[in-house]
């Protein structure tokens, strides 16, 4: 229950007080959890030091601001019922949409893979607006109030949300109707999976998007909507990736998934501060199925 009257509280403020200033207060607040958070915090310094070396300077200040664009996130996140149009034209530059619609015109569907970098959430909101029939797999909150709260966020503006439940059946069906189906890449949430190395860490990850994409012959498109430093965004598809192209001696779940993993690792280099990950992400594997 305070969880759900805590949320609601925040998308009270988001959507009735000026987004500067909720910006702001969200990021004081931020602070706060940081040092209070000591295992948190020392969780993001820890990942940010296999991504960024042992240069303290930068990952105390890149941690600092993690934090700060994460309690951002969530201001956009409550303040869906103001984007449009409007908003997509004046605070959005989109790059790299033919690689989308270059996938689509296969008739397979499109695989959109991505990350938790930027907001992801709202770039799924963006490219519903844009004209794609736009499903997105998404974890159910254990709380029933709360889980049905994210969903009505997340479909108010024509994103389509496949419960994790019924996910691998749904995602079948989106893919073979032709459309764009959105799937996080980065952090493997049950206990199956595939274990590849990122950032030269074996790392487990999901094998569903190139399980998908190899069953149904679908492309697979890396993309991500990144935060500007003037409050704007970036919302950017790489190159397809095509379940043809892998060569006959190669696992074809493992290929796929090592090509868009390094993308991801370009884009988090680039986007530190953006990677939302508060727990040790590389801890000792024990045992992964290469399933979906």
């Known amino acids: 229950m305070k969880f759900y009257l805590l949320y609601k509280i925040a998308q009270y403020l988001a959507l009735f007080t000026p987004v500067k200033f909720s ?21 993001v310094k820890e990942n940010l030091s296999i991504i960024l070396g042992n240069d303290e300077k930068r990952i105390n200040e890149c941690a600092k601001h993690i ?12 303040r869906f019922a103001k984007i449009n149009e409007k908003f997509i034209k ?8 033919e690689n989308v619609d270059e996938a689509l015109k296969k008739g397979k569907g499109v ?5 938790h970098i930027g907001n992801w959430e709202l770039g799924g909101v963006v490219a519903a607006l844009l004209g794609y029939n736009f499903y997105a797999v998404a974890l159910d909150h254990k709380n029933t ?48 999976g595939i274990s590849l190395k990122l950032f030269d860490r074996l790392t487990p990850v999901p094998s569903g998007p190139a399980y998908l994409s190899t069953r149904l012959g679908s492309p697979i498109v ?5 935060r500007d430093k003037d409050d704007k965004f970036t919302l950017f598809f ?3 990736i095509y379940p043809d192209s892998v060569p006959a001696n190669e696992n074809n779940v493992e290929y796929l998934t090592k090509k868009y993993l390094r993308v991801f690792e370009h884009v988090i280099r680039k986007y530190p501060d953006q990677w939302y990950v508060f727990r040790r992400f590389w801890e000792e594997i024990k045992s992964w199925e290469s399933e979906f």
Not at 23 to 43: H, P
């Open 23 to 43: 910006y702001w207060l969200g990021a004081r607040l931020a602070d706060i959890k940081r040092c209070l958070s000591k295992k948190d915090t020392q969780a």
């Open 145 to 192: 109030r709360v889980n049905r709260l994210f969903v009505k966020q997340r479909e108010m503006k024509g994103v389509h949300v496949i419960s994790t439940g019924v996910s691998v059946r749904k995602c079948f069906s989106v893919l073979k109707n032709k459309n764009v189906l959105a799937l996080l890449g980065d952090r493997n949430f049950g206990t199956k």
């Open 67 to 78: 934090f700060r664009n994460f309690a951002k996130y969530l201001v956009d996140f409550f």
């Open 238 to 240: 790489e190159k397809p």
């Open 90 to 97: 004046n605070n959005v530059t989109i790059k790299g949409k």
């Open 222 to 226: 890396p993309g991500f909507f990144v």
């Open 111 to 115: 695989i959109l893979v991505t990350a």
